[in-house]
């Protein structure tokens, strides 16, 4: 049972590029999110999704972008990378909204130069 | 918007000390979930409070739910290297479960 999968698991990025952070999962959940985490600050929520087609932002959603096509898939996009994006990125999913536990991905590490 | 804060940041301990970590939101809570996050790893469910006032207990953690909504703690008794890492608490904003905010977390360190 995969749960949440997370590509790719370590990135490095010039400054201005662009690129997809790659979320799936296989538990049938509908709702799923996107946090970022840095030290000293907790897990921030960036988007979130209640399900397919339904999108929404969160603490801190400048500069990325997302989308749910598919109730398994939930993508983020940084637009245009900056240094301040560096972080460690994860996705989590969850059988219903926010009262339900959250099942989350092993992350992506991403540093933008 | 709402915070959730947890204090302290870092905890040392000895081996078999106990340990406890305090988290305040800023709103009413409708539920609130704890999580562990192993140095490298990503954050683990552990629980979930719903009711004012609960207790609940796995093994030697306590965790509590403040009569107000707004507060918790976990208490680790007598702790053991394996309970090292990160302490996360989150909840969503009382009256709708879409937003979940998680608290700034505690690290816990334990010295065998």
């Known amino acids: 049972n995969a749960g949440v999968t997370q590509t790719p698991k370590f990135q490095v990025l010039k400054t201005g590029q662009s690129m997809t952070l790659q979320c799936a999962q296989d538990m049938n959940h509908e709702y799923m999110s996107w946090y970022r985490q840095d030290p000293g600050m907790g897990l921030r929520l960036i988007h979130y999704?209640?399900?397919?087609?339904?999108?929404d932002q969160g603490e801190v959603p400048n500069g990325y972008n997302v989308s749910r096509s598919t109730t398994e898939d939930f993508p983020l996009r940084l637009l245009s990378a900056a240094p301040s994006q560096t972080s460690v990125y994860f996705c989590?999913?969850?059988?219903?909204?926010?009262?339900?536990?959250?099942?989350f991905g092993d992350g992506t590490r991403l540093s933008i130069l | 918007g709402q915070q959730v804060m947890q204090i302290p940041q870092y905890q040392h301990v000895q081996e078999g000390e106990d340990f406890t970590t305090y988290c305040n939101s800023s709103?009413?809570?409708?539920?609130i979930q704890w999580y562990k996050q192993r140095p490298g790893g990503h954050p683990v469910f552990l629980i979930q409070l719903v009711k004012s006032g609960e207790v609940k207990k796995q093994k030697r953690l306590t965790f509590q739910f403040g009569e107000a909504k707004k507060n918790s703690s976990l208490h680790i008794t007598a702790t053991q290297t394996t309970d090292v890492g990160t302490y996360f608490c989150a909840g969503p904003q009382s009256g709708g479960y879409q937003k979940v905010t998680f608290g700034t977390g505690t690290k816990l360190q334990v010295i065998p």
């Open positions: 999704s209640v399900g397919a087609g339904i999108t």
């Open positions: 989590a999913s969850s059988l219903g909204q926010g009262h339900q536990p959250q099942h």
């Open positions: 709103t009413t809570l409708s539920n």
